[in-house]
């Protein structure tokens, strides 16, 4: 999967690797077009986007239904996102505070996002087979951005898919294997991992996740690649 950053966005979104996914995603855009009739509907597997020499790296899960799988672009146009970019944003890796279209001036600085799984999935839960099916792109992904030093990993599944694609990379899990966790930081061969709650709704509003608590983790996430 050799070839530039930008080749690499183009041929994941021609992946039709899992028929479930497939069948998914191109259902919702199916269902959901005319309640978007201005916008093309994605539909599509969704590359990751940012700054090609950023030092940080965040992992999320899988693109939502009607938000990454609507726009394009991973976490753009749903609630998850609105609270990762203001985030980003007050940290200074972000441009703008709000993400909504592909085409929304939205620019990263020193970051880089990225999806363990590039289809949305049925009740945002990608099967195993479907994780292990996808990783090869993150692991192509991650051999164009070399200067990755630090991972945020979202979520649990951000944390074991960030897990699985080093050692699909040829870099081992340190045993113990570490545990995911809030601001729990892990050195799995040249990276550093950082665990974050996933900004999901059910943790933003229910306050498991705060704006605080996750500017703080990108704010760490920069010291941890400065070094
Ligand atoms: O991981 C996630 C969650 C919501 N939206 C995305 O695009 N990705």
Redesign the pocket.
């Known amino acids: 999967m050799a070839g530039t950053l930008a080749e690499h966005q183009r041929r994941v979104t021609r992946c039709r690797a899992c028929p479930r996914l497939v069948a998914w995603r191109e259902q919702v855009a199916r269902e959901r077009r005319a309640a978007y009739r201005d916008e093309v509907y994605w539909g599509r597997p969704?590359p990751g986007f940012g700054d090609p020499a950023a030092r940080v790296l965040l992992a999320?899960?899988?693109?939502?239904a009607h938000?990454?799988n609507r726009t394009g672009r991973?976490?753009?146009g749903?609630r998850?996102?609105d609270f990762l970019f203001a985030a980003l944003h007050r940290t200074g890796f972000a441009n703008q505070p709000t993400s909504v279209a592909l085409d929304d001036g939205l620019a990263l600085e020193d970051c880089w996002i990225t999806?363990i799984v590039r289809c949305a999935p049925p009740a945002n839960k990608p099967t195993p087979t479907e994780r292990d099916t996808c990783l090869p792109w993150t692991v192509a992904e991650l051999d164009l951005l070399p200067r990755v030093r630090t991972i945020v990993c979202?979520g649990g599944f951000g944390w074991d898919g960030t897990l699985r694609l080093l050692a699909a990379r040829g870099i081992p899990t340190p045993r113990p294997r570490p545990r995911f966790g809030h601001g729990v930081v892990a050195d799995v061969g040249p990276y550093r991992l950082l665990g974050c709650f996933?900004p999901?709704q059910q943790n933003t509003f229910t306050g498991r996740l705060t704006p605080a608590m996750l500017d703080a983790v990108l704010v760490r996430a920069r010291e941890l690649a400065d070094g």
């Open positions: 969704v999320g899960l899988a693109p939502a938000g990454a991973i976490f753009t749903d998850s996102g999806a979202l996933h999901s």
